[in-house]
């Protein structure tokens, strides 16, 4: 159980899970494109900018321009490494996105999943709170937290998580609440074997 890979959800789920993921939205790359300005950065890097990016009033994808869609491709890139066994790359990507968009649950999983895989479960594990901090109804937040804690002997606040994919998800639709099953089966175990 413990050297089962895992994954976190592609950067597709989770845009089509938010509605973000519109063939309407996609601009047409067809039409000509506008001259680019030449006075560019300065604008983009001016006082007033950079001072909002200072005090929080803009992300750093918005301060740098960086549009959803490269942010998409870029974490379609991790969670490409990620699946290629590839984390010391899936996770500087993923390290990367979080620092332009600290909003953004998925790249805290996406991390948390890095550690994961590495065995760095404190770390993991602190990704995972702070993803549920920014989206509380994040399944795979849960049952990989969940993981952790069973792996660290936290059984107590394993089964916490697992209880709480259950209650977010209690028809069972979503695969992952069929793992939160397996691995609550295996904290069970874990009692029953310490008992």
């Known amino acids: 159980m ?14 089509e899970r938010k509605g973000k993921y519109a063939k309407a939205a996609i601009p047409d790359l067809t039409t000509p494109q506008p001259a680019v300005d030449k006075d560019w950065a300065k604008k983009l890097y001016s006082p007033a900018r ?13 301060y740098h321009a960086i549009t959803w869609y490269e942010m998409l491709d ?25 620092s332009l968009d600290p909003y953004e649950a998925y790249y805290r999983l996406g991390l948390g999943a ?5 065995d760095q479960l404190e ?7 702070q993803a549920i901090e920014l989206n509380a109804s994040e ?17 107590l606040d394993a089964a916490l998580d697992f209880q709480k994919v ?14 939160a099953r397996v691995l609550a089966a ?5 009692i029953d074997g310490q008992k």
Request: aromatic letters at 10%; glycine letters at 8%.
């Open 2 to 15: 413990a050297n089962q890979k895992r994954q976190p959800l592609s950067p597709k789920v989770v845009a």
């Open 166 to 179: 259950l209650e977010l998800d209690p028809q069972g639709k979503d695969p992952l609440t069929h793992r």
């Open 50 to 62: 950079t001072r909002a990016y200072m005090q929080g009033q803009l992300s750093g994808a918005e």
């Open 74 to 98: 870029i974490a379609n890139k991790a969670f490409s490494f990620f699946n290629e066994g590839k984390y010391k790359e899936s996770g500087v990507l993923f390290q990367g996105l979080i």
């Open 139 to 155: 399944l795979a937040a849960y049952v990989n937290r969940g993981e952790c804690s069973l792996r660290m002997g936290q059984i």
């Open 114 to 118: 890095v550690y994961l895989a590495e």
């Open 123 to 129: 770390w993991a594990k602190t990704m995972f709170d």
């Open 186 to 190: 295996a904290a069970l175990e874990t």
